[in-house]
Nanobody
Framework: QVQLVESGGGWMQPGGSLRLSCAAS????????MGWYRQAPGKQRELVAR???????NYASSVKGRFFISRENAKNTVYLQMNSLKPEDTATYYC????????WGQGTRVTVSS
């Protein structure tokens, strides 16, 4: 059974930092492209960052230079380091794994406000 379990969400003031983690099980993690998506209330889910099985990364323009995705294959875990947080980063963040098909986590809520 495939599971992607996110953690690390919560409340943060603007300008602060949070690190999200996604622990995967039931897949050959190192062979999967992994990503973080987010969905704000009333909006569509959007890509935040992705990292391929080979370690190539790409980011949404809105987070480039502030967010950083990384993976630790030995721990079957992908991370999203979020710096200089803005109120518009408020959303539920979802972990995604892709190899021939998509797998999704249950999401973790991030709220950025003063």
């Amino acid at each position: 059974q495939v599971q992607l379990v996110e953690s690390g969400g919560g409340w943060m003031q603007p300008g602060g930092s949070l690190r999200l983690s996604c622990a995967a099980s039931g897949i050959m993690f190192s062979m999967y492209d992994m990503g973080w998506y987010r969905q704000a209330p009333g909006k569509q889910r959007e890509l935040v960052a992705r990292i391929t099985s080979g370690g190539v990364t790409n980011y949404a323009s809105s987070v480039k230079g502030r967010f950083f995705i990384s993976r630790e294959n030995a721990k079957n875990t992908v991370y999203l380091q979020m710096n200089s947080l803005k109120p518009e980063d408020t959303a539920t963040y979802y972990c995604n794994g892709y190899r021939f098909r998509d797998y999704w986590g249950q999401g973790t809520r991030v709220t950025v406000s003063s």
